[in-house]
C-alpha cells in the first residue's frame, strides 16, 4: 500500500464517524483514576457572531449529584468510545450519576426515541443526546425541556433544536481542512475522488460532503461520485468494493473513519497499491493506521474534550451557572508530521479503557 508521503497518484480515504449497537445492562463503573486537569480548552464560541476562540473551563463540581442520562446512536467504534470516556471521565469528576445508552446505529432512531421515554421514566435531571436525527427528537427535546429537564447536544449537529447548549464541531469546516490537505499534498497530478460521507439524513454526513467538495473544487482533484450508507465496517467494505469496480480510474476514496478501515484492505486486495489512505475523523484504527504509514492522516474534533464539555454544560444548566449556548472544538488535521503536537487526551480513550455504562455519584 502506497505511503503517505511518496508521490504519484493516490487513493485517498478520509473517515467521518457514527454509532450502532444496543444497550446492554453492565455494573456501575468502578472508581476509576481521576485524569490530570483537561482546562483551559480553547474552543469556539459559535454562539456570538464573530465566533472566537476562547479558554473553556468547567465548574469545579457539581453542588449535588444530578441524574444525567446519555444517547448515543452507537458504540461500533473508538470515536464514540472516546466520547463516552469524556462523559464517564467528567461524571466522576463532577460526582454525578450518569447512565448512558446507544441505539445500534443511524437506522435505529425508533430505538433513540424509546430511550429518551426510559431516560425520562427514570427521572433523569439532564439528557445528554448525540442525535441520530434532529428533526426526529425535536418534539422529545421541547417536552423534556418544557418539563424542566436539561438537554445537552452533543456531537452530531442541532441546528434548531431547543437545547441548553450544545457542542459539535462545524463539519464543513472540518472536512473542508481534508480537502486542502488533499489539494496540496496531491499537487498538480491531482486524483479523482468517491466521496463516503456516512449516513443519509444524518445532517453531519451531508455536511461533511458540502464541505470537501467546497474545498476541492476547481483543483486538479475531482470527484466521480458519492455514495451514502451507514458507518459499519461491513457496509462501508462493499461500497468501497463496488466502487473500485464501477469507477477503475478512482485514485481517491473520501469518507468514514470505518470507509478508511476497510479500503485499506479493499485497495490490498484489489491490487491498488498505489492506495494512499486519509480519514476524515479520528479513531483509535486510525491513529493506528497512521502509524504504520498505511494513511496519510486524519482530521481531529476531539471527541473526548465534548464528552466532557457536553457534561459540564448539563451541570451548568442544571445550577443556573451561565451556559455556552454553542461551543465547537477547533478542529485539525492530524498527520505523522504534526501527531506531536497534538494533545491526543483530549481525542481519544487510553488504550485500556473499556466503556461504562453508568457512574454512580460518591
Not at 88 to 99: C, L, P, W, Y
Not at 102 to 111: C, D, K, T, V, W
Not at 247 to 256: A, C, E, I, L, R
Request: net charge negative; proline share 6%.
Amino acid at each position: 500500500m502506497r505511503s503517505s508521503h511518496k508521490p504519484g497518484a493516490a487513493f485517498a480515504v478520509l473517515g467521518t464517524l457514527c454509532l450502532a449497537s444496543a444497550i446492554v445492562s453492565a455494573p456501575a463503573a468502578a472508581a476509576e483514576p481521576v485524569p490530570a486537569p483537561w482546562w483551559p480548552a480553547k474552543v469556539i464560541d459559535a454562539a456570538k457572531a464573530d465566533k472566537p476562540v476562547v479558554d473553556y473551563v468547567p465548574l469545579d463540581k457539581a453542588s449535588k449529584p444530578w441524574s444525567v442520562c446519555v444517547l448515543f446512536p452507537h458504540m461500533k467504534d473508538s470515536f464514540w468510545v472516546a466520547v463516552a470516556y469524556g462523559i464517564v471521565s467528567e461524571a466522576q469528576r463532577q460526582n454525578i450519576g450518569m447512565t448512558l445508552y446507544e441505539a445500534g446505529g443511524y437506522s435505529n432512531l425508533p430505538r433513540q426515541l424509546s430511550q429518551f421515554d426510559d431516560c425520562r421514566a427514570a427521572g433523569a435531571d439532564a439528557v445528554i443526546v448525540g442525535a441520530i436525527s434532529e428533526a426526529g427528537l425535536a418534539q422529545k427535546i421541547a417536552e423534556a425541556r418544557a418539563a424542566g429537564v436539561a438537554v445537552v447536544g452533543a456531537v452530531n449537529p442541532m441546528a434548531e433544536a431547543a437545547t441548553n447548549g450544545k457542542i459539535f464541531v462545524d463539519f464543513p469546516t472540518m472536512s473542508a481542512q481534508t480537502g486542502r490537505y488533499l489539494v496540496d499534498h496531491l499537487g498538480a497530478e491531482g486524483g479523482k475522488v468517491v466521496t463516503f460521507p456516512g449516513p443519509a439524513g444524518s445532517g453531519w454526513a451531508e455536511a461533511y460532503n458540502d464541505g470537501f467538495k467546497q474545498a476541492v473544487a476547481g483543483s486538479a482533484v475531482t470527484v466521480l461520485d458519492e455514495k451514502f450508507g451507514d458507518t459499519g465496517v461491513a457496509v462501508q467494505q462493499q461500497l468501497v468494493q463496488d466502487a473500485l469496480q464501477a469507477y477503475p480510474d478512482m485514485t481517491v476514496v473520501w469518507g468514514t473513519a470505518p470507509t478508511a478501515e476497510a479500503a485499506i484492505g479493499a485497495a490490498m486486495e484489489a491490487g491498488r497499491d498505489d492506495v494512499l489512505i486519509m480519514s476524515t475523523y479520528e479513531n483509535q484504527a486510525m491513529l493506528d493506521a497512521m502509524k504504520r504509514d498505511e494513511i496519510a492522516g486524519f482530521a481531529t474534533q476531539y471527541p473526548v474534550l465534548q464528552g466532557r464539555i457536553a457534561v459540564d454544560m448539563a451541570v451548568r444548566a442544571l445550577e443556573g451557572a451561565e451556559v455556552m449556548a454553542f461551543a465547537q472544538p477547533v478542529p485539525e488535521v492530524v498527520t505523522r508530521k504534526t501527531a506531536d503536537a497534538i494533545n491526543l487526551d483530549l481525542v481519544l480513550a487510553p488504550a485500556d479503557w473499556r466503556p461504562s455504562y453508568t457512574v454512580s455519584a460518591r
